[in-house]
């Protein structure tokens, strides 16, 4: 089976495809390179012993996708592309728009031109807005609170539509709560462009000394030790994720949706323990007021992804921590 997935030399899309290629899937790669490096291509072959067909294409120009439809038949596409930074979209929504949502609805033209109409889509917990209560089920209330967060939840609803007009449409839409960790080999991970607005890639930049500390943003909110608990998720258990949904997708016509967690809660302070513990590094710290938009506590119920999906998280907190590490010591400056 040929897949295409695009942002694919980004963060959890490199992930995937290493995925993809080692369960024997061929893999076609677009990518416009905004928030990523070429030499991720290198990596992923370096990893698998095997070839990514990589196309630059950005989202926004529909001619520019164009050949990446004619030079290939798809069975399925992983879409991954688009701006995924919570407070930058505050700031510049029509960006945010504009790539993410018109960007999104040329692909889905091309798409349905060249009649592949099966989408596994990048959506996220953010979709659920500030959660009232956890374990956080598929079927809870939805509401978003920064444009990025509206994008997610404006093309849930657009692929929705889209499976109910044409019966040959099928969608997968994937809410990942906190994804962190790296490919065991560290020549994959999260390392975004300019100062880090999540945690785990903050914590690395402090451990290989370009940061001096880390801001806990707020340590009076009501969970055990007053910081933001989170369901943080190893990438490549993610990247899993989405290597099941291929089989979802290709054999039931309609809107199929999964929370991607572990079910696990873990504060910002246990997070940066365990960081300390799998690197021998100490991470300074001071704490900070709240962050604007932030809430308590934050976890899944992954329990529907596991029944209907075979799906389920395997790796824990150290060993998230453990990758990261491997990661950041020798990619990060
Ligand atoms: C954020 C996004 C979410 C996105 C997800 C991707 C916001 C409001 N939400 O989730 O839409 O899908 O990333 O991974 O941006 N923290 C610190 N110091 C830091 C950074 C973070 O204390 O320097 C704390 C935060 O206050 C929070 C926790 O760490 O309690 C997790 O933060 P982060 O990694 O940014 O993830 P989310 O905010 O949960």
Request: charged residues 25%.
């Amino acid at each position: 089976m040929k897949i295409l997935v695009t942002g694919g030399t980004g963060y959890i899309g490199s992930h995937t495809c290493v995925e993809l290629l080692q369960k024997g899937y061929e893999v076609v790669v677009f990518d416009n390179l905004f928030n990523s490096q070429i030499d991720v291509v290198d990596k992923i072959k370096t990893i698998t012993g095997k070839e990514v067909k990589f196309y630059k294409a950005d989202m926004r120009d529909k001619e520019s996708m164009r050949p990446v439809f004619e030079e290939n038949t798809f069975d399925a596409v992983i879409h991954f592309a688009g701006l995924k930074c919570a407070p930058e979209s505050v700031e510049k929504p029509l960006e945010y728009y504009y790539n993410n949502m018109t960007g999104t609805l040329n692909l889905c033209e091309l798409m349905n031109e060249y009649g592949c109409k099966r989408m596994i889509f990048s959506s996220s917990a953010c979709v659920y807005g500030m959660p009232e209560t956890v374990p956080i089920k598929e079927d809870f209330p939805l509401s978003t609170i920064n444009p990025y967060g509206a994008t997610k939840l404006m093309l849930e609803r657009v692929f929705t539509d889209f499976c109910v007009a044409d019966k040959e449409w099928s969608a997968v839409l994937l809410r990942y709560f906190n994804p962190i960790g790296a490919h065991e080999s560290g020549l994959l991970g999260d390392n975004p462009n300019g100062i880090p607005n999540n945690l785990m890639p903050y914590i690395m930049r402090v451990a290989v000394g370009s940061l001096p500390e880390l801001s806990v943003c707020g340590d009076d909110y009501d969970t055990p030790d007053g910081t933001g608990v989170r369901d943080w998720i190893h990438v490549m258990d993610l990247a899993a994720g989405h290597v099941d949904a291929i089989r979802k997708v290709t054999s039931e016509p309609g809107t199929h949706i999964y929370n991607l967690g572990t079910g696990n809660g873990y504060s910002v302070l246990e997070v940066v323990h365990a960081f300390e513990e799998a690197s021998g590094i100490k991470i300074p710290y001071s704490i900070k007021p709240r962050r604007a938009g932030d809430y308590a506590t934050s976890y899944a119920d992954p329990s529907k992804a596991k029944a209907e999906l075979g799906w389920e998280a395997k790796y824990d907190l150290k060993k998230m921590c453990e990758d990261s590490w491997r990661f950041a010591k020798t990619q990060i400056k």
